[in-house]
C-alpha cells in the first residue's frame, strides 16, 4: 500500500515539474487525481440516492486509485448540498451527486442554484413515474381513467406520491396539462414519500399515485395495487406489462426523476473530460448494473454535453409545470 | 416448514454471519449509549459496509445493531439522565430516579430483560401474525393517523410529573417547533427568516440531544457536586428480575401487545410506544402516585413496548416494502439491494431467507442480555468518575454527534440552542420531554389533518365515518374530556358533601 502511494507521489510530482518545466498543462490531468476525492450527496445516508453514490464512488475508487470519499451534506431540502458541490473549489477534489431536485428549487424561490451553475458529468439514473390505482379500482387501463378524470369536476380525484410541489406532483401536473386539462383537475394530497402514500392507496384514502415502479413495486407484488401506465419513452424492462403514456393514450409525455454526478461550475475540462470517461466506465460495469438493478433502478447514460441538454430541458419543462400548478414564484 | 427451518438455521451458522452479528452488537451497543448518536445513524452508518457481505450477514448487521442501539439508549438515561434515543426520553427521569436511589442495577437490568422480552413477543408476532397485522396496517388511512397522533401528545401531560398546564406548554412549545422548515403539507417555507439551514426544519434528534445533554451539563456547571452514591460494587443485574416478571406480567404483556401494534403502523414506530406503554402504566397503575421517584413499574412497561415495535415495525416493510420507521426505511435499502424484494414473495419462494431473519431477531435478542449486561457493568464506572471529567465528554460527543447528522456546523448550532432552551424551561418547571414529544408528533399530527382535509374537501365527517377512525376518536375524546368530567363531578358532589356536614 505504502509502497503504491510512493509510486503515485513520484509519478505526480514528476508530472508537475514537467509541466512547470514545458507550461504543458494537460500533464496536469495526467496527474488526477492526486489526492482523495470528496463526493457531496445533498440527501441522508440509507437512502437511494446515497446508495447510487456510493456505489459509483466505490467504482470510481477501483478505476482511479484514489479514494473517493461519500459524504452525506443533508439539510435545508437539499439546498445545502446542493450549494456545497457548487461553492467548492473547481479542483477535481469535489464533486457530487445532483438530483432533480435542482431543477425545481430555484423556481419556488428557495435558492439561485440552477443546473447551469455546475459542470456537469455524466447522467447516470432516471426513474420515471408510474400511474397506480388501488387494486379495487374500478379503471382498468390508464385510459378509462382519465376519461373518468376528464368527466368528473376538477378536484374530485386524489392523487399523492410525495410533497407538495415535489416531483411526482408535477409528474402529474405535467400529464394533466398534456391531455389538455387545468393543473387541478387532480387534488394533490401531499405526503412523506411515496412508501406513505401507496399506503395510503391500499387504505383507500386515494385514487392514484403517481410515484416512480420501483417505490410502488413491492404494493404492486402484494396484489394491492396496479400500475396503469408510466410515463416513459420506453416500458420497463420489470414490468413489461405496463404500458407507456403514448402507447396507452398516444401522449408523448415523459419526465422522471434522475441523478447524475456533476463538479463546480468551471471545472478543468481535462479533468471534467477524465471523469467522464471514468463515470462511463462505472456505468458499463456488471457491477453497477446489478447493483441498480436488484434496488429496482433505472440506468440511463448520459455524457457531459447529454447531461447539460437534458437538466436545461427537464428544468424548462419543470418552470411550466410550477407555474401552472401555481408553485413558481419566478 | 421444518425443512425451510433447517435451511434457514444453514444459512445463519455461517461464521460470516455469526461475526457479523456480533461486531454489529457490540457496535449498536457503544453507538446506543453515546449521548448524541442515536440508533437510525448507527444504522445508516452499517450501509455502506453491508455493501461487501452475503445477503443474510448484510441483514443480520442491521438487524442486532438496531435492536441493541434501542435498549442501550436507556443506559445514559438512567445513569446520566440523558436519554440516548426519543423512545427512552419517556422514562429517563424515571430510571434516573431510580439511580439516585441506588437501584441503577435494578432500572437497568429492567431495561435489558424487558426490552429483550419485548423483542421476542416483537419476532414471535412477525413470525406468526404478519399476515393479520398487515391487514392492520394497510387499514390505517390518514383519518386514522391524525387520531393516533393526536392519542400520542395526549401522552405529554400524563406522563410530566409537573402540573398539567406546564406540561401542554412545553408541549405546545414542541408543535411550534414542528412547524419550522417547507417540509409541510403546503411546502411552504415557514419561520426559516430566508436561512437556508432551516429549510429542513428542526429534527427530533438534536433537539432531544440538546434539551437533555446539553442542559444537564449547564446544570452541572451551576449546581454543586451531588453527594457521591454509595461507592460499591453493582449489584447483580438479572437479580430480582424474575420477580418483576411475575409481579408486573400483565404491565409486561400490555406493553408488549400496544408495541407489537404501534410497531406495525407505518410511522409511528417504538418512540410512540414507549410514550403511550408509559402513559398507560401510570394511568392504569395501582399506585400512579410512586411515578416519577423512581418505581420500576413504569419502566417494565415502556421498555417491553418499544422493543416489541422495532420487530413488528419490519411486518410492513417485508411484505409491502413501507417502512414502519426510518431504521426500517434504511433496512428497505438494504434488502432490495441483497436482492430480497419485500413482498408476499419473500415469504413464499424466499421463505428460508424469512425465517433466517426471523432467527436472527431471535438470536439478536438473547445475546442482548449477556452482552447488555456487559455493557451496563463498564458503563457503571461513569457513576464512579468525577463530574467534571464525565461532562467535557458528553459534550464532545453531542458536538461530534450533531455534526455528524449532517456534516455541516448547523447540527452543532441547534443542539447549542435547545440546550439553553431546555435549561430555561426546566428550571422553570416546564418538563422537556413534552416538548420533545411535541416535536416528534408534530409533523404527524399537522401532516394527517391537513391531508386528511384535502381529501374530505374540508368535511370533518370522514374523521368519524370510517369504524377505526371512530374507535380512535372515542378514544381520544374520552381521554380528552375524562379529567374535565372528574372536575365537574367533584364540584358537584363537593357542596353536596358540605351540605351534608353542615347539617
Known sequence: MSKISRRTFAASSAAVAASAAFGFKPALAQAYPARPVTVIVPWGAGGGTDATARIVAALLEKDLGQPFNVVNRTGGSGVVGHSAIATAQPDGYTIGM???????????????????????????????????????????????????????????FKASGTGQGGIWHLALVGWMQAMGLPANQVAWVPSNGAAPAMQDLAAGGLDLTTCSVPEARAIIEAGKARSLAIMAPARNPIFKDVPTLKEAMGIDYATGAWRGIAGPKNLPPEIATKLTAALKKVYDSAEYKDFMSNRGFGTVWGDAAHFAGFMDKGDAQMGEAMKAAGLSKA | MLKTLIDAFALISTWEVIISIFAASVYGLVIGSLPGLSATMATALLVPVTFYLSPIAAIATIVAASSMAIFSGDIPGALLRIPGTPASAAYADEAYAMTRKGQAE?????????????????????????????????????????????????????????????AIAGMFIGLLVACIGIENPGGIPRFTFGLTDLFGGIEPIPALVGVFAVAQVMRAMLAPEPPPLPRRKFGSILAGQWRLTKLYHWQMTRGNIVGIIIGVLPGAGAD???????????????????????????????GASNNASIASGWVPSLLFGIPGDTIAAIAIGVLYMKGLNPGPTLFTEKASSMYAIYLMFIIANIMMIPLGIAMIRVAAYILLAPRAAIMPVIMLCC?????????????????????????????????VAAMVLGIVMGTMVEQSFVTSLIKSDGSILPFFERPVAAILAAMAIGALLWPVMVWVWRKVKRPQAAAATSR
Not at chain 1, 374500478?138 to 368528473?152: F, G, H, M, N, R
Not at chain 2, 387520531?147 to 401522552?155: D, P, V
Not at chain 2, 441547534?414 to 432552551?421: C, D, L, P, S
Request: with cysteine; net charge negative; charged share 15%.
Open chain 1, 98 to 156: 445532483l438530483t432533480v431536485e435542482i431543477s425545481m428549487m430555484h423556481w419556488q424561490g428557495l435558492t439561485d442554484l440552477t443546473p447551469k451553475s455546475y459542470t456537469p458529468l455524466a447522467l447516470m439514473n432516471e426513474d420515471p413515474p408510474g400511474i397506480q390505482v388501488s387494486s379495487s379500482s374500478p379503471y382498468k387501463t390508464v385510459k378509462e381513467l382519465a376519461d373518468a378524470i376528464k368527466a368528473a369536476p376538477p378536484g374530485k
Open chain 2, 106 to 166: 435494578l432500572a437497568l437490568g429492567a431495561g435489558v430483560w424487558f426490552s429483550a422480552v419485548g423483542g421476542i413477543a416483537g419476532v414471535l408476532s412477525l413470525m406468526i401474525l404478519a399476515p393479520p397485522l398487515a391487514e392492520i396496517a394497510l387499514s390505517f388511512s390518514t383519518f386514522e393517523y391524525f387520531w393516533l397522533a393526536l392519542l400520542g401528545l395526549m401522552c405529554a401531560t400524563l406522563v410530566a410529573r409537573s402540573s398539567p398546564v406546564k
Open chain 2, 272 to 302: 410512540m410506544a414507549a410514550w403511550v406503554s408509559y402513559a398507560m402504566s401510570k394511568r392504569f397503575s395501582k399506585e400512579p402516585e410512586k411515578f416519577g421517584t423512581g418505581h420500576v413499574e413504569g419502566l417494565v412497561e415502556a
Open chain 2, 399 to 431: 458536538a461530534v454527534g450533531s455534526f455528524a447528522i449532517g456534516n455541516n456546523m448547523f447540527g452543532v448550532v441547534t443542539v447549542a440552542a435547545f440546550g439553553v432552551i431546555g435549561y430555561v424551561m426546566e428550571t422553570n418547571g416546564y418538563p
